[in-house]
């Protein structure tokens, strides 16, 4: 039997979430510098592990939905909702959340912990 090594896996696993984080953030963050500029702008300061990012409230926060096309961000199901499941949710309340099950043409698509 191949023997792995853990500390790699670790490692890997590691760089794997940092990528996966720093896209997200990239991709859902508007541009601050600052904990003062985010306050400034309408967001709030949000630290998760290595990371500072400004968190910014949705324009259609709780709307109802069927497909993330119809929100700012995302449209969500609660979590935990299996996936295959037709289902009507609503729009994501803010720019960064930590877990989220998406909605996809009235079906839950699956979900993502990051």
Do not use: H
């Amino acid at each position: 039997m191949k023997k792995t090594n853990s500390k790699l896996v670790i490692i890997v696993a590691v760089v794997l979430a940092f990528i996966t984080v720093s896209s997200y953030l990239i991709f859902f963050s508007k541009e601050t510098d600052t904990r003062e500029s985010c306050e400034a702008n309408g967001g709030y300061w949000t630290v998760i592990p290595g990371i500072e990012v400004c968190n910014y409230p949705s324009d259609d926060a709780g709307k109802e939905c069927t497909d993330s096309s119809q929100c700012e961000y995302r449209c969500l199901a609660p979590l935990g909702t299996e996936e295959g499941t037709s289902f009507t949710g609503s729009c994501q309340e803010s720019s960064f959340i930590d877990c989220y099950t998406e909605i996809k043409d009235g079906v839950v698509i699956g979900g993502l912990c990051i």
